[in-house]
């Protein structure tokens, strides 16, 4: 399996920006670590550079000690001392330097540059002392400086077992009794401060890591005492926003959480009693409408028999009488169309419909459409054009809730359509099935795009209908829509048109996919159907 770190990047940026939590406390225990950091090499600095001064200063007053004793012994050896004797004189000065400093002496003697004539005394050094310490510049300082000042230099002392140790080499003048110059080194180990300072500065890394630790422990508790009642509050609000009106915060305190909770609460309170004000007044709306439908189909259904009966007999009556009778069976029709519709909508609004589903082809029943408003057609001159460019055709639908929503589809692009051709678009793919009605009349502005699902809305009411719609058609055509899971979306510019797209899935309960057509679709490609 190839590794992406990609997903793991996306992964943690989504985990950071979705807690505050993690966030508050990240940020504080990363800034914890660089106070501590820079607080701790303050200090660790501040005690190295106290305690080298320190034991340099003892350091250098310990070795002007033991040069001195070692001056003293030089100073008692006899002006006509042998080489041996120097020797020896020597071999007591060391004696007496490692009487001072306490320790196994690591010192050199070496005769001093530029002097002429034959050493009265060889260069010596004791075991652990290795001329190549000793450079230039500490040479040359010590040449030009008084014969009893000392000089210094830190360095490094090599082992053989381990890492080098600090040490301090202390250099200044010797005058034998013959007058040469000789320089005198000795050499001190400061492993023992260099130990301490690495036990101060594992102190302080221990104690910085405990302390980093112990802030983020008290930012987490701090947090979740925090972030806790705002989690819950989300929640809430969550529930409340997906119809849970019972839901509440705890409430307890008199902090600025508690106070929050009371506010939550009184609010939610509030939104309760009037969401239930409004459900309560919808039913009783939905409840007048349907009751007022029913009552009204009983005096409609004698109203509608004697206009039939009148506007049969119509030819026996005068001009007057008889265009009177033709008024009354068109009003008649069209209020019962209103009445239907009306039923329709309080079915929806009560969450009674129910949906007859079967197989169905989708083009024999947009070519059934068709053939219901091709009268219509005819007589405003409009063609209708079908194209189906062929794939997946049959889909589960209620085919008298499809075929109401492309009558009234073509019946408005017919009345809008300004005698031009009309193209509906049929298509599909594997999990989606597409219906688009498209005209090219007057077409609607963006205002009109927001009400144009609203119910008893037109676009122009002064417009003659040939169609005598009720201001339902298309908010129960969106309706009929979202019943089979799906949607119907309009596209429309003045001058150019406008097109309806029903997009629907294959199969009623299967999510939505992507829908086989444009908004508006593509130009003709294939026309099967005149």
């Given amino acids: 399996m190839r590794f992406d770190w990609r997903i793991y990047v996306a992964r943690a940026v989504r985990l950071w920006r979705g807690s505050l939590q993690l966030r508050t406390i990240a940020l504080t225990v990363a800034l914890s670590t660089l106070a501590v950091t820079v607080i701790g090499g303050y200090v660790v600095t501040s005690v190295r550079d106290n305690l080298f001064d320190q034991n340099r200063d003892q350091v250098i007053a310990q070795a002007n000690r033991a040069i001195a004793a070692a001056q003293e012994e030089f100073t008692q050896a006899s002006d006509s001392g042998t080489t041996d004797d120097l020797e020896l004189v020597q071999i007591s000065a060391f004696r007496s330097i490692a009487a001072i400093i306490s320790a196994e002496p690591s010192v050199a003697i070496r005769r001093a540059p530029g002097q002429s004539g034959?050493?009265?005394?060889?260069?010596?050094?004791?075991?652990?002392?290795?001329?190549?310490?000793?450079?230039?510049?500490?040479?040359?300082?010590?040449?030009?400086?008084?014969?009893?000042?000392?000089?210094?230099?830190?360095?490094?002392?090599?082992?053989?077992?381990?890492?080098?140790?600090?040490?301090?080499?202390?250099?200044?003048?010797?005058?034998?009794?013959?007058?040469?110059?000789?320089?005198?080194?000795?050499?001190?180990?400061?492993?023992?401060?260099?130990?301490?300072?690495?036990?101060?500065?594992?102190?302080?890394?221990?104690?910085?890591?405990?302390?980093?630790?112990?802030?983020?422990?008290?930012?987490?508790?701090?947090?979740?005492?925090v972030i806790g009642p705002v989690r819950v509050a989300a929640e809430a609000s969550e529930k409340l926003a997906a119809g849970e009106l019972e839901s509440r915060l705890p409430?307890?305190?008199?902090?600025?959480?508690?106070?929050?909770?009371?506010?939550?609460?009184?609010?939610?309170?509030?939104?309760?009693?009037?969401?239930?004000?409004?459900?309560?007044?919808?039913?009783?709306?939905?409840?007048?409408?349907?009751?007022?439908?029913?009552?009204?189909?009983?005096?409609?259904?004698?109203?509608?028999?004697?206009?039939?009966?009148?506007?049969?007999?119509?030819?026996?009556?005068?001009?007057?009488?008889?265009?009177?009778?033709?008024?009354?069976?068109?009003?008649?029709?069209?209020?019962?169309?209103?009445?239907?519709?009306?039923?329709?909508?309080?079915?929806?609004?009560?969450?009674?419909?129910?949906?007859?589903?079967?197989?169905?082809?989708?083009?024999?029943?947009?070519?059934?459409?068709?053939?219901?408003?091709?009268?219509?057609?005819?007589?405003?001159?409009?063609?209708?054009?079908?194209?189906?460019?062929?794939?997946?055709?049959?889909?589960?639908?209620?085919?008298?809730?499809?075929?109401?929503?492309?009558?009234?589809?073509?019946?408005?692009?017919i009345d809008h359509g300004e005698a031009r051709p009309i193209d509906l678009y049929v298509d599909s793919n594997s999990d989606t099935v597409a219906i688009a009605v498209r005209d090219h009349g007057i077409g609607m502005t963006a205002e009109d795009l927001g009400h144009v699902f609203d119910r008893f809305w037109r676009a122009d009411p002064s417009r003659q209908r040939s169609t005598g719609g009720t201001g339902l058609g298309l908010a129960i055509a969106l309706e009929d829509a979202a019943v089979h899971g799906g949607v119907l979306e309009v596209w429309s510019e003045p001058g150019a048109g406008s097109c309806f797209r029903l997009t629907i899935p294959r199969r009623r309960g299967e999510p939505l996919g992507i829908s086989p057509l444009g908004l508006p679709p593509e130009e003709l490609v294939a026309e099967v159907a005149p």
Avoid: C
């Fill in 251 to 413: 409430e307890g305190g008199d902090d600025e959480l508690a106070t929050l909770a009371r506010s939550f609460n009184r609010m939610a309170d509030s939104l309760q009693r009037q969401i239930r004000q409004l459900a309560d007044l919808s039913r009783l709306q939905q409840r007048f409408v349907s009751d007022v439908s029913h009552e009204l189909r009983t005096p409609l259904t004698t109203i509608r028999l004697a206009s039939d009966v009148l506007y049969d007999q119509r030819e026996a009556f005068p001009a007057a009488t008889a265009r009177t009778a033709e008024l009354l069976h068109a009003q008649t029709q069209r209020f019962e169309v209103l009445l239907a519709d009306l039923l329709e909508m309080s079915r929806y609004d009560a969450g009674a419909v129910q949906l007859e589903l079967e197989p169905t082809n989708l083009v024999r029943l947009v070519e059934d459409a068709v053939a219901q408003v091709q009268p219509l057609a005819e007589e405003k001159q409009t063609p209708i054009r079908v194209v189906a460019p062929g794939g997946y055709f049959e889909a589960e639908v209620d085919a008298r809730r499809i075929r109401r929503v492309l009558q009234n589809l073509l019946g408005n692009a």
């Fill in 118 to 225: 034959e050493a009265p005394l060889v260069d010596s050094r004791t075991a652990n002392f290795s001329f190549s310490m000793v450079t230039n510049a500490m040479r040359l300082t010590l040449a030009n400086a008084d014969e009893d000042v000392a000089a210094w230099q830190p360095v490094a002392l090599t082992s053989e077992n381990g890492p080098a140790d600090p040490g301090i080499i202390v250099g200044s003048m010797l005058r034998l009794p013959q007058g040469e110059l000789y320089e005198i080194y000795i050499v001190y180990n400061l492993r023992p401060v260099q130990d301490t300072l690495d036990f101060v500065q594992g102190s302080l890394a221990l104690a910085g890591f405990a302390l980093v630790l112990l802030i983020g422990a008290v930012s987490y508790l701090v947090v979740r005492l």
